[in-house]
């Protein structure tokens, strides 16, 4: 299988703080994104980081990539209630534009 | 970024019927994508349709069970032939934004198949 990993499967933190998701992927990748599912529904898209950045910024969102490492994370800052979801990242093989998503990370914010 | 619903929104059906799904996007797109997510699941690419040209599916999927048809570039259709519970799932469609590399995705349609 293509598809990546997550980790941890499921986090649960208190409000107000630092989450943080890592994934790995396993073939070269034009870029990864990530994205946030709550309870079920459509994907919401969070930010999309480039094979040739290494670093990038969106409100509370800090993604980093290790294309040497094959891995990326996803850090929210300053948790809250509403960004209890799953969070996915995924991947597009250089020259596909199909993605290949990982398994997931179940996060909690507890008030 | 694009807009994109579908219908229906969920469904409950019985074992060896057929649901088609819809897509609308706001916007002509080159290709839409078809994924399947089985409960407690992640997101699994059943096929790939491009206007005009017969879909391209996964391994694991076969046309006869997921037949997609593409009629113009904001428009598809997933029809899940035959179902079993096996099938119960949320399908969502995707686009490629236009001038990004961005996918964006639809509300989902929850299938229950009994």
């Known amino acids: 299988s293509q598809q990546g990993e997550e980790d941890p499967q499921a986090l649960s933190i208190q409000e107000g703080e630092n989450a943080t998701m890592n994934c790995s992927y396993k073939?070269?990748?034009?870029?990864l994104q990530w994205y946030r599912q709550n309870s079920g529904r459509g994907l919401v898209h969070l930010i999309l980081?480039?094979?040739?950045?290494r670093e990038k910024h969106s409100g509370r969102l800090r993604v980093t990539l290790d294309t040497s490492k094959k891995s990326s994370s996803l850090l929210i800052t300053a948790s809250r209630a509403a960004d209890t979801a799953s969070y996915f990242c995924?991947?597009?093989?250089?020259?596909?534009?199909?993605?290949?998503f990982g398994q997931g990370t179940r996060l909690t914010i507890n008030p | 970024s694009a807009v994109i619903s579908q219908k229906p929104s969920r469904d409950i059906c019985q074992r060896g019927t057929s649901l088609t799904i819809q897509c609308q996007v706001d916007?002509?797109?080159?290709?839409m994508f078809w994924y399947r997510q089985q409960p407690g699941q992640s997101l699994t690419l059943i096929a790939t349709?491009?206007?005009?040209?017969?879909?391209?599916?996964e391994s694991g999927f076969v046309i006869d069970k997921f037949p997609i048809s593409r009629p113009n570039l904001t428009f598809s259709t997933l029809t899940v032939s035959n179902m079993s519970p096996e099938d119960s799932s949320i399908y969502l469609c995707?686009?490629?934004?236009?001038?990004?590399?961005?996918?964006?995705f639809g509300p989902g349609t929850r299938l229950t198949v009994l």
């Open positions: 349709a491009n206007q005009g040209s017969e879909a391209t599916y």
């Open positions: 073939t070269s990748i034009n870029n």
């Open positions: 980081i480039r094979s040739n950045e």
């Open positions: 995707s686009v490629e934004g236009l001038n990004t590399d961005t996918q964006y």
């Open positions: 995924a991947t597009d093989a250089q020259g596909a534009q199909k993605l290949v």
């Open positions: 916007s002509q797109v080159t290709m």
